[in-house]
T-cell receptor, first 113, second 112 residues
Framework: KAGVTQTPRYLIKTRGQQVTLSCSPISGHRSVSWYQQTPGQGLQFLFEYFSETQRNKGNFPGRFSGRQFSNSRSEMNVSTLELGDSALYLC????????????FGPGTRLTVL | KNQVEQSPQSLIILEGKNCTLQCNYTVSPFSNLRWYKQDTGRGPVSLTIMTFSENTKSNGRYTATLDADTKQSSLHITASQLSDSASYICVVGPRGASKIIFGSGTRLSIRP
């Protein structure tokens, strides 16, 4: 069974631009969660989607948004990029929402110049 | 407030030696606890997952223990190898809640 895939793997943007990251969960998994990880920081929870609905949201500004499609694939969008948005963005999928084992993708490394 | 604290923040040991990483949590009620290994620039990979009724689980050279009474867990690595150099993250799942809680991780470096 294929694992969680994320595209692109690496991305370089400039301040003020916007970016869209994509995540394809493991087949059969309906929950997708997004995390931001900066150097020296732990994983910071962004949001979770289940069956195309946002179930939970972390403490991030409204510039961070996401959505999930009927095939469970998910996208995350960041608008008006700031230097501090440079990070590794991780996507994790699980079979159901809530307290369930998550499987992580390789991440997208975003650099904002 | 539900929290997960890991210690030490970083650790350097020689190849072949054993080490133990600690995780203390205040999450209640508690459902399960997981340890992940994260190589630099990669996504975390699950090592072990334990429910509140389990007190030890092994995965090769990795052994996790759990004391639900004291709310402590440890990850013991035996006969360390260079490939064990990574961050190890403790994650706690609250019972009945949908947001799991991550520790900030322990950065382990294995020296030849």
């Amino acid at each position: 069974k294929a694992g969680v895939t994320q595209t692109p793997r690496y991305l370089i943007k400039t301040r003020g631009q916007q970016v869209t990251l994509s995540c394809s969960p493991i087949s059969g998994h309906r929950s997708v969660s997004w995390y931001q990880q900066t150097p020296g920081q732990g994983l910071q929870f962004l949001f979770e989607y289940f069956s195309e609905t946002q179930r939970n949201k972390g403490n991030f500004p409204g510039r961070f948004s996401g959505r999930q499609f009927s095939n469970s694939r998910s996208e995350m969008n960041v608008s008006t990029l700031e230097l501090g948005d440079s990070a590794l963005y991780l996507c994790a999928s699980s079979q159901i929402s809530g307290d369930n084992e998550q499987f992580f993708g390789p991440g997208t490394r975003l650099t904002v110049l | 407030k539900n929290q997960v604290e890991q210690s030490p923040q970083s650790l350097i040991i020689l190849e072949g030696k054993n080490c133990t990483l600690q995780c203390n949590y205040t999450v209640s009620p508690f459902s399960n606890l997981r340890w992940y290994k994260q190589d630099t620039g990669r996504g975390p990979v699950s090592l072990t997952i334990m429910t509140f009724s389990e007190n030890t689980k092994s995965n090769g050279r990795y052994t996790a223990t759990l004391d639900a009474d004291t709310k402590q867990s440890s990850l013991h690595i035996t006969a360390s190898q260079l490939s064990d150099s990574a961050s190890y993250i403790c994650v706690v799942g609250p019972r009945g809640a949908s947001k799991i809680i991550f520790g900030s991780g322990t950065r382990l470096s294995i020296r030849p």
